[in-house]
């Protein structure tokens, strides 16, 4: 009898309590105490979007922040601030100006959330973001470590992170032996991420766990030395930071090929508005086909005639050098070819197409490795050499 009244008392244990147990166990204020020291020493403090509560810039530098390096990201930062100063100046314009805006920063779905998001803030929020991390994570392009970022640097809510800088600095300093990007893994690191929160100066500790990743605790030749947390790093000690955290499985990349065709009448250059969906989503690029490798080269002549013939007809055609786009899952090698028309028709009805002026060609928004090639063709044709 007395063995089944623990059973049943074991079973109503709730899983919110268990949880609260395990962080106990992990709590560790020396642990926030020794970052927090450090930032305030020796951490950033001059980037762009520090030092101030305006949520909406510190919104704009978390989704950008996303997956680029800093570097990259402060010059687009600046030169979107100048264009849209306030939610309300991005929810109110188009996606087209967005995507232009965004051109080259790469990972475009996040333009694009963004632009979404921005919208939802003016219309359901009154241009004001909620403090509430659980509340942000319900927005566009808002997910939990990004939602306590925000939260943290604009409210100062006491709110755990776990970006890819704090995954790696945690395998590292408790040695986990696991891939980060394993469902269980991650959730044990995000029990840890919330037993670690100090109880005061949260900003400081956000923001010195992100330093630690990006300035001393990097990928390659971590600064071990003038770390922090050197004193109680399994990896350092051990000799592993090499090893942790445990990289992602390989697997083989696939390969794509696909044909650009680069149409061309009177100093201007057809474009095609890809769907939002997909890579390059929502930016202009230029029609495509399938690659002559794809079949044989009577079908691909076939084909080439047929995608140009609605748009006019040929004076010139010539095959220009292929080039490579490594994307994160997949490289796409491009083959573009340079079609000059000797009558233009006008394309009734055909609203993703339009006739884009080669000297806009540096605003227009394309993706990277597309603007790349127009502005060489246009503007500096030995680069095609």
């Not at 063995?3 to 204020?29: F, G, H, I, M, N």
């Not at 990349?253 to 769907?275: G, S």
Request: charged share 20%; proline share 6%; aromatic share 8%.
């Amino acid at each position: 009898m007395k063995r089944v009244v623990s059973e049943q008392s074991s079973a109503a244990v709730s899983p919110d309590k268990l949880l609260k147990e395990a962080a106990a166990t992990l709590a560790d204020p020396s642990f926030s105490l020794d970052v927090i020291t450090w930032q305030k020493q020796y951490g950033r403090h001059a980037l762009p979007w520090q030092n101030t509560r305006d949520a909406y810039r510190v919104w704009l530098s978390e989704i950008m922040l996303q997956q680029t390096q800093v570097a990259a990201v402060i010059p687009y930062y600046l030169r979107f601030l100048e264009t849209f100063p306030t939610v309300q100046s991005l929810a109110a314009a188009s996606s087209e100006e967005v995507m232009s805006h965004w051109s080259g920063l790469g990972y475009y779905s996040r333009a694009r959330n963004l632009h979404k998001c921005a919208q939802t803030i003016v219309t359901e929020y009154g241009g004001v973001f909620p403090s509430d991390p659980a509340l942000l994570e319900q927005l566009t392009g808002i997910g939990r470590s990004t939602a306590a970022a925000i939260s943290a640097f604009s409210y100062g809510t006491r709110a755990a992170i776990l970006d890819g800088n704090v995954k790696r600095v945690f395998a590292r300093v408790f040695g986990v032996e696991r891939y980060p990007g394993e469902k269980a893994v991650e959730n044990e690191m995000w029990l840890r991420a919330v037993a670690l929160l100090p109880e005061s100066d949260v900003e400081a500790y956000t923001q010195g766990l992100m330093d630690l990743g990006a300035t001393l605790c990097t990928r390659n030749r971590p600064s071990c030395q003038r770390c922090p947390l050197a004193h109680r790093c399994v990896a350092y000690a051990s000799g592993r930071t090499n090893e942790l955290p445990v990289r992602k499985p390989k697997k083989a990349v696939p390969e794509k090929e696909t044909t650009m065709l680069l149409i061309v009448d009177k100093n201007q250059v057809l474009l095609e508005q890809r769907p939002d969906k997909g890579i390059w989503g929502g930016l202009l690029s230029l029609p495509e086909i399938a690659s002559e490798t794809d079949g044989d080269a009577t079908h691909f002549d076939a084909a080439l005639a047929l995608a140009i013939a609605p748009f006019g007809v040929s004076a010139s055609l010539e095959k220009l050098p292929m080039f490579t786009h490594v994307f994160t899952h997949f490289k796409l090698h491009v083959t573009p070819y340079r079609i000059a028309l000797a009558r233009r028709l006008e394309r009734a009805g055909q609203d993703n197409y339009v006739w884009y002026p080669a000297d806009k060609m540096v605003d227009a928004p394309l993706p990277a490795p597309v603007k790349k090639l127009l502005l060489a063709v246009f503007r500096e044709p030995d680069l095609l050499s």
